[in-house]
């Protein structure tokens, strides 16, 4: 019998339990421990509360979960309630699929003013994210700056600016839905230090702003290059430039009818914060790109922010005694080994970058390279206890463990709970979905 540990129950997480199932059948016992007592990770407290077609991809883990050889250990957190060591000793193999929960900072003066957010925060805040869910961000004031052009701007911008009923159908806590119904921001700029041909924001997801209730999204003409240069761009970045191409064409009437315009600032690169106690606004430089590159032209001006949230990537928790990259923010590893029966996938392996989906390939190569350090006779100790000797150590210990059967009562309940066009009304803070199970 095979022991694998997998630490983290998001999308790479469940991917590579998937792929230890297919790979040694009813030879094998995952246990995928989850520091909350609630599975999936960032398809529950990332992805968009109005994105729910991608939260489906869930119905997938919940079969693996569901899986004799598999089980949930929820509310565990690896290096306080057991460290890596004792599960090392325990398991032949140890993955961390703990995701990259950490906002990246800017390091600009001005950052730690009140309001200034990162997104893992803010995105934590509407999301329910139990560590999130007292952020309270102020909204009242008229203006908001995303600092990013990733999908996580696009995501943050387009819930700042949608009204009561477009939530509907979307999980969006109720805290969340409150506050942005009550929001007063009138201007939404989406800051980009390079310009429209380096976005990072996908088209499918550019293109819902274009359908926005009572926002209209705004790009400067003379941002936007000669589109027969278009043609020299890889197709999913052209379908990006083509939307916003169709933002600048939008007539200036509409935007001024508009309740909320979302303007894209590009060629503009975030120098300072300013505010006194709290952010008032972000000063920028004017950029020009060369060779691919944001390149200061010492052009600053002040773009007005009573509330920032930055949306520019993630860094993995560190974990004392597993080699960390400081640089990548990520752990330090070759194609997902760490060290001999330690190894690492998903963001914590690559860093915040593809689709739930590019996890899948990530979750059977790290366990290919399982498989083939089990051959060569690196892994595989007689001695190892596996689950029977994490749950005397979690006896010894009294830890409060969630199992899945217990999540699915906890699923029940946020069910019940729910608004009405609502899947679910999530539990924000974790006694209380402790106490949902008795
Ligand atoms: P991202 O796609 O890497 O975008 C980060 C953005 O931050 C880039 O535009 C980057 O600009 C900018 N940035 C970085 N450092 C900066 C600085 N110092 N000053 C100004 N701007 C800076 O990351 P993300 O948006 O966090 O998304 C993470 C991953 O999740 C991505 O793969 C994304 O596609 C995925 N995701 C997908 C969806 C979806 O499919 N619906 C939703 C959310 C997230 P430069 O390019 O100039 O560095």
Redesign the pocket.
């Known amino acids: 019998m095979r022991h694998i540990a997998i630490i983290g129950s998001g999308p790479a997480g469940y991917y590579t339990a998937e792929a230890v199932q297919k790979q040694w059948g009813d030879d094998v016992h995952v246990d995928v421990f989850d520091r909350l007592p609630v599975p999936y990770g960032l398809i529950r407290t990332?992805?968009?509360p109005d994105?729910q077609s991608?939260k489906a991809v869930s119905n997938r883990y919940e079969k693996t979960a569901l899986t004799e050889n598999v089980r949930f250990v929820g509310n565990v957190s690896i290096g306080s309630d057991v460290s890596i060591d004792e599960l090392c000793d325990l398991y032949d193999a140890v993955v961390l699929a703990t995701g990259a929960p950490n906002d990246?900072a800017?390091g600009l003066p001005g950052e730690s003013l009140k309001n200034v957010f990162g997104?893992a925060e803010f995105v934590g805040w509407y999301n329910g994210h139990p560590q999130f869910a007292a952020l309270a961000p102020d909204l009242s004031g008229k203006s908001a700056a995303v600092?990013?052009?990733?999908?996580?701007?696009?995501?943050v911008a387009r819930i700042l600016s949608k009204t009561e009923a477009e939530f509907t159908g979307s999980d969006i806590v109720g805290h969340a839905l409150s506050a942005l119904t009550a929001s007063g921001i009138q201007q939404v700029t989406i800051?980009?230090?390079?310009g429209p041909y380096?976005?990072?924001m996908?088209p499918?997801?550019l293109g819902e702003l274009a359908h926005l209730e009572r926002a209209s999204p705004r790009v400067d003409p003379e941002d936007l290059p000669d589109e027969a240069e278009d043609a020299i761009l890889e197709p999913g970045l052209r379908k990006s430039v083509t939307h916003l191409r169709s933002f600048a064409a939008i007539p200036a009437s509409i935007h001024s009818d508009a309740e909320i315009e979302i303007h894209f600032d590009l060629f503009a690169?975030?120098v300072a914060m300013h505010g006194s106690g709290k952010v008032r606004s972000v000063e920028v430089e004017r950029t020009v790109v060369e060779a691919g590159r944001?390149v200061g032209t010492g052009e600053t001006y002040q773009i007005p922010a009573d509330l920032v949230v930055t949306?520019?990537?993630?860094r993995t928790s560190p974990i004392p005694g597993v080699p960390f990259d400081e640089r990548m923010g990520r752990f330090a590893n070759d194609e997902g080994r760490i060290l001999t029966g330690l190894y690492c996938v998903g963001w914590a392996r690559r860093g915040?970058?593809?689709?739930i989906g590019t996890n899948r390939p990530d979750g059977y190569s790290v366990v290919e390279k399982i498989g083939e350090d089990i051959d060569s006779g690196k892994l595989g100790r007689a001695d190892k206890q596996g689950r029977a000797g994490f749950d005397a150590l979690a006896m010894e210990r009294a830890l409060d463990i969630v199992t899945f059967r217990d999540w699915k009562k906890i699923e029940e309940a946020e069910a019940a709970a729910a608004r009405d066009g609502s899947p679910r009304e999530k539990f924000v803070d974790i006694a209380a979905m402790i106490r949902t199970l008795g």
């Open positions: 990332g992805v968009a994105h991608i990246r800017l997104s600092i990013g052009m990733g999908n996580v701007a696009l995501d800051v980009g230090r390079r380096q976005v990072a996908t499918k997801e690169s975030p944001a949306c520019i990537g993630y915040p970058t593809g689709t």
